[in-house]
């Protein structure tokens, strides 16, 4: 493994967080100075080019607050990264991932403003959303050992995949208006609602973190459009279903701890019995 390579990436990944959250801060704040100048203007959120009372499954504003988190476990990434225990899967399986990624999404920001350029950040998007799954997937060779490997690696990236499944989703709606019907939406929600559910019930890691926060995506669209009984109904199903699913895998989990527990005590008492 080359050192140079390790620092490349490494250094790459803090430069490029750093860039990431300074444009996005920046996109946001221009957003809400752009807000207290016309109070009327709705626009406080991403992807403003249109009402968002009129993107049926656009979500409540409280829904992007995820944001936060994702930027917090990143930031935890980029720090962990430089600790050995984080070295291979930093290098070899984040790789240079991350770093197209966090490129991708500088210029995503930059191109936001502009309403011209909705069609190329919705592909745009879609790349991102691409070059994260494949990174998600490269994750599942480097199971957690520690409590930070489960929250600045697979958790952070795992928020963010989830996130981006549904941020090429809702440029897409943006961009192409056509999709933006009460059927195709309805289609699309309960889609997002077995996508989540086969996370936790189907998937090979029973990812309960991923079915999360498509679960917390589907509650503000809920919010935002209870309004619209069809958008509703699809949003209540795919929650529930969702949240059966993790439900399903907790219960599976209890079960094995509790056997496992029982097995052990059982060694136990084998063992002094013997001795």
């Not at 941020?167 to 996508?195: E, K, P, R, Y």
């Not at 097995?263 to 019995?273: A, D, P, Q, V």
Request: a neutral charge; one cysteine or more.
């Amino acid at each position: 493994m080359s050192t140079k390579r390790e620092l490349s990436i490494k250094v790459l990944n803090l430069l490029l967080y750093l860039g990431f959250i300074g444009v996005s801060f920046n996109y946001y704040l221009t957003k809400c100075n752009d807000d207290n100048k016309n109070p009327n203007n709705d626009t406080s959120n991403i992807l403003d080019h249109h009402d968002r009372d009129d993107i049926y499954i656009f979500p409540a504003k409280f829904t992007f607050y995820i944001w936060y988190i994702i930027y917090v476990l990143l930031g935890g990434f980029v720090v962990y990264q430089w600790f050995e225990p984080a070295n291979d899967v930093t290098v070899e399986g984040i790789s240079w991932y991350y770093a197209i990624v966090s490129s991708l999404s500088i210029i995503w920001f930059i191109l936001a403003s502009n309403e011209k350029y909705i069609l190329l950040d919705a592909f745009i998007s879609l790349v991102i959303s691409c070059t994260l799954f494949r990174l998600y997937d490269n994750l599942s060779l480097y199971p957690p050992i520690y409590l930070a490997d489960r929250l600045f690696i697979h958790y952070g990236f795992t928020i963010f995949t989830a996130w981006s499944l549904f941020s090429v989703i809702l440029n897409f709606w943006f961009a192409v208006s056509f999709l933006n019907t009460t059927v195709v939406s309805v289609l699309t929600i309960i889609i997002l609602g077995i996508v989540g559910f086969s996370f936790t019930g189907h998937h090979k890691r029973h990812d309960v973190v991923f079915a999360a926060t498509i679960s917390w995506i589907l509650v503000g669209i809920s919010v935002e459009h209870h309004d619209t009984l069809p958008i509703l109904v699809a949003s209540l199903t795919s929650i529930g279903l969702i949240l059966g699913g993790i439900l399903k895998v907790w219960i599976r989990n209890t079960i094995a701890w509790f056997r496992l527990r029982r097995e052990r005590e059982n060694i136990g008492e084998r063992s002094s019995l013997l001795a």
